[in-house]
Antibody, heavy 116, light 108 residues
Framework: EVQLVQSGAEIKKPGESLRISCKGS????????IAWVRQMPGKGLEWMGI????????KYSPSFQGQVTFSADKSIRTAYLQWSSLKASDTAMYYC?????????WGQGTLVTVSS | EIVLTQSPGTLSLSPGERATLSCRAS??????LAWYQQKPGQAPRLLIY???SRATGIPDRFSGSGSGTDFTLTISRLEPEDFAVYYC??????????FGQGTKLEIK
């Protein structure tokens, strides 16, 4: 069974750093892109970009380029989304999904709250 | 960047009725379009990919059509569990692969 399991909710202060994770199982982790999608409170879905765990190739949406960093550790089948300096506007639910085009399997989401 | 516009913003229907949701693109990208359903507190669920192919386990009352710039998701007979928010997403020739703003399907 294909599963993507994301790390738990986070509460952070502005300016802090953060890395959230997405662990894949039930399929060949290095053969599929992983996408990251943001959903701000009460809003729609925003495509952030994708990473290919096989070689860590990345493609970012212009809206998120330079604001976040994708990485992956294929030895533990885990993809990461990280921020070096969080802002209040980063408060959102973040989803990972399998595939680089459309998401056929999704993680349960990680809620990130940034507040002073 | 391709912009997707979904209409209507909210659709009010009763169980048993037919729902027709629209997704219009700012430029053509063949049939690389997906539809998702999202219920409150849940992750999105893939319904349709390639504009018209149903994802695994999706009931046949859900169907997708269209190509180029105009796409439609049709739910033939609404079940109580179908009331949710629906998003389209394009995955054309190159990223970013954008989403529409969503259509909320609510019970009338």
């Amino acid at each position: 069974e294909v599963q993507l399991v994301q790390s738990g909710a986070e509460i952070k202060k502005p300016g802090e750093s953060l890395r959230i994770s997405c662990k894949g199982s039930g399929y060949s982790f290095t053969s599929y892109w992983i996408a990251w999608v943001r959903q701000m409170p009460g809003k729609g879905l925003e495509w952030m970009g994708i990473i290919f765990p096989g070689d860590s190739d990345t493609k970012y949406s212009p809206s998120f380029q330079g604001q976040v960093t994708f990485s992956a550790d294929k030895s533990i089948r885990t993809a990461y989304l990280q921020w070096s300096s969080l802002k209040a506007s980063d408060t959102a639910m973040y989803y990972c999904a399998r595939r680089g085009d459309y998401g056929d399997y999704w993680g349960q989401g990680t809620l990130v709250t940034v507040s002073s | 960047e391709i912009v997707l516009t979904q209409s209507p913003g909210t659709l009010s229907l009763s169980p048993g009725e037919r729902a027709t949701l629209s997704c219009r693109a700012s430029q053509s990208f063949s049939s690389n379009l997906a539809w998702y359903q999202q219920k409150p507190g849940q992750a999105p669920r893939l319904l349709i990919y390639g504009a018209s192919s149903r994802a695994t386990g999706i009931p046949d009352r859900f169907s997708g059509s269209g190509s180029g710039t105009d796409f439609t998701l049709t739910i033939s007979r609404l079940e109580p569990e179908d009331f949710a928010v629906y998003y389209c997403q394009q995955y054309g020739s190159s990223p970013p692969y954008t989403f529409g703003q969503g259509t909320k399907l609510e019970i009338k």
